[in-house]
């Protein structure tokens, strides 16, 4: 391990002033007890569950982690039946709508809530990792499966009475395998790193005599795909065309059964960095301008909270204070909401005018940081009258584009929380009914002391009236 690069990192990240020394000791003497395949593909979120540290606080951590090269990250594409990896690419323009994952021989529609995973790994210039994929299946697993999808018991069971075994091919190599195979059973071999297979079946009438047969390995996977075999003692002999080495899983093949297992015991995703919590990150965003976002980039959100605010009186203000006073009142105004949305996970997307939009991937972190809000916009003005803040949230899909080279969202759920925004009045937070109903919202407001009525609506641009709620601390009634 190379200690004086990795101190040099940390102490760029200490003088930042963002990170605390109990957040950056905590992770030092984890990694430097953490086995090399810890430091593959971490998960922030786990991790911070671990080391029992605030979660946005280690997202963060990982996200200046990478700018000052202590860590690379990588967006992937994962199925959540079994966990294969599709793609493990430092772009956001590498993701796509859909894949097809060869181990569950099924198709899989991406969103960034639920199949996209961000992972962080060790940089190899702070620690050489010795890693060999192809060791074992074990090791394969942890190469090109996600962590994050924790499969089924039923699942498990099923694998371990259709596995064969494991084998891996060098480059430019041959890969001789030498079985009995049963009469009218099928078999495949899959390769996950390169999303192919080879499925073979045996004739129900094969004989005892041995025959040879050969399967190509190229750049586009496997050739042949399918066969019919007539040995029993058939011997497959594998070459490997490719300049890397590949790895086989071999199992027996009944399709129907492990998709009726897979849609009876699914599996369960554990908690991890979502895409779209990356993208409702503050801190990476302002790295993200960096990068070149694809003009055809389209992701599917599946949930998404949007908060907006606008202020009211403006006008009155610039003519009360002056023009240069109302503009810094206005600026110190932004730099506190962005600080709260930073705090509670969030992102600020634009500003416009006197209005902010900000975006998060769970309602309550929305709602809590529309609290904050209101109390620290109170307390900004030092006994001055208050800037009048009002503030609109709605949860719902959406889609993330390039809008002119920035990332940007685009939807009903955009039109409807701008427009609940306009509902509000001074010192007022309206939400719609998906937000509240929320993992956690109710007891926010409580908490808080909020107290709220129910309205139905009507948005301009919404084809039906929306349920609403006006919501105001009860000293503020």
Known sequence: MNTTLYHEKIRNLRNEGTFDDKLLSAFTQWMIKAEDWDLFRINPVKLAASLELPEPSMIDFFVHGSRVGLFDFSWSMICPSCGEIQNNDHSLNALEGEFHCVVCQAPVQVNIDDTVEVTFTLNPAIRSLNLDPFK???TYRAAFFSAAVDRSPAILEYMNTIWVGFEAIPPQETLIIDRTWKRGKSYRFVSAGVHSQFVFHVDPEASDVQEIYPVDFGENGMSPEELTIKSTNGQFRIQNRRYDTVG???????????????KSHPGKMLPMLTGNQLLSNQKFRELFKMQNLSPALRLNIRSL????????????LYDRTGDVDAYNLIQEHFKLLEKIVSRHGGAVIKTMGDAVMASFSRPSDGVNAAIDMLRENMEMTQGQKPLGLKIGLHEGPALAINNRGALDYFGQTVNIAARVQGLAGENTLWMTESVLRSRGVANNLKENKYVGKRYQASLKGVGERTTVFELKQKEHL
Request: proline share 3%; hydrophobic share 50%.
């Open 136 to 138: 074992d299946a074990g």
């Open 248 to 262: 086989l899983m071999m199992v027996e093949a009944d399709f129907p059964k492990l998709h009726a297992l897979m």
């Open 305 to 316: 909270t949007l908060l907006f605010t606008d202020l009211k009186g403006s006008t009155e």
